[in-house]
């Protein structure tokens, strides 16, 4: 596809929903209270759920969290037309879950171009783990099993790298065989030429026009075709990672 | 599909070609020379291999650890017609990697059908990680990421209930919010019906015929829909798991 214009974009990309010790979204809540100014009203996605807990209740719980800093939440899977409530949305925050779910979900509901026009054309968008996942170029630098399989792999494309939402450095004292983290990005360079950007836990970007800003606590562990991975601290600025894709 | 029948199979499904700190298949190797005793030649499929390391390469590794038990073995990439080359292979062992990969390129090369067939025809089939996860009804509970995009998610159904290779208990020091395995393969239980058997580094299942039992030296941990997890000692019968998918 020609790649849109970028100078409108506005998102937060962040690795996790939840950091260890403390409630649902509150780490970033300060953050997404600035993000979030224009508007009161957030459309929540809560497709990449995997079941126990119902499309409601989940969004009962992403308006738990938003509810602190005075937001309203409406579930995606209330309206009877969902490409509708995307292109008319003020806001948009995709939860976590099963990344494979979701995108099949999206596809399934006809959102995945909707949802890309209007990330292009200026809607506020928050995701978080899979949510952060698919605002990638493709969701094949996820950490989930393929419980289901979607049509494609390819995602929304609103940064032109790919997203390891909750980034794990190795273990050191570990003895199992199976392929760190590291390793299967490594793999997965073999074969895709675009960068990935390893999100800890804590940390996401900030996405404002052709500005891309590590924030958080943590450095980012970034992976790029042919090179060491290597670490960017918070306050970085990311978007020289779409244009060696783009060049 | 209608299932074939079972009595002729003779499999080895492990877990991983090396255990930590001993050399690639030597764990194994005193088991593999009963169960390969019906002949000294070896098909190798190389497909999982992401690359870095060249099919021969791979192949060579594969020809090193079964020279030991005086086989040879022949990589499936080397014959012009790997169909036919399944048709007639005496014994047959997929090396793992990326179970993706590995699924993409049977399919791409005709052999998925073939080699299913071949494997309830009584075609002795040992398979490690990747080359494990392929003989459960389908891949989705593999751990690899999806660096490629495979036409199906079906794979040879060899057993009626899928593998986890690597299986890796929860880590209770852990502070992070991502996915244990076992929340992973809970999530796959939410949409899919199969049992999962999440064998240890170190553990394999030998089928033969009608029978299945857990070797090696460690426990495998069961999960089946609806039920609570639980663990099945070495020289477990685990062959009701495919009755209950089949009643």
Redesign the interface.
Known sequence: MNRPQTNRRKLIIAS?S????SPYLSYILPRLQTFFAGTDEIIFIPYAR???MTHDAYTETAAGGLGEIGKKVIGLHTFSDPVRAIRNARAVFTGG??T??LVKQLYENGIVQPLREAVFGGLPYFGTSAGANITGLT???????????PP??DTLGAVSFNIN??Y?DP?TRS?????TRET?????H???PQAVVGLR?GSWLHVSGEHITLEGELPARVFEQGKEAYELPEGSQLSFLEHEIMG
């Open positions: 996790t939840t950091v260890h010790g995997p079941g126990g879950g099963n494979f779910l969701m094949q630098t996820t950490n989930d099993m393929p419980i289901v399989y494609s792999f939402p909750h794990l273990d003895t199992h065989m199976g392929e299967r990005i490594r793999e997965f073999k074969i895709n836990e």
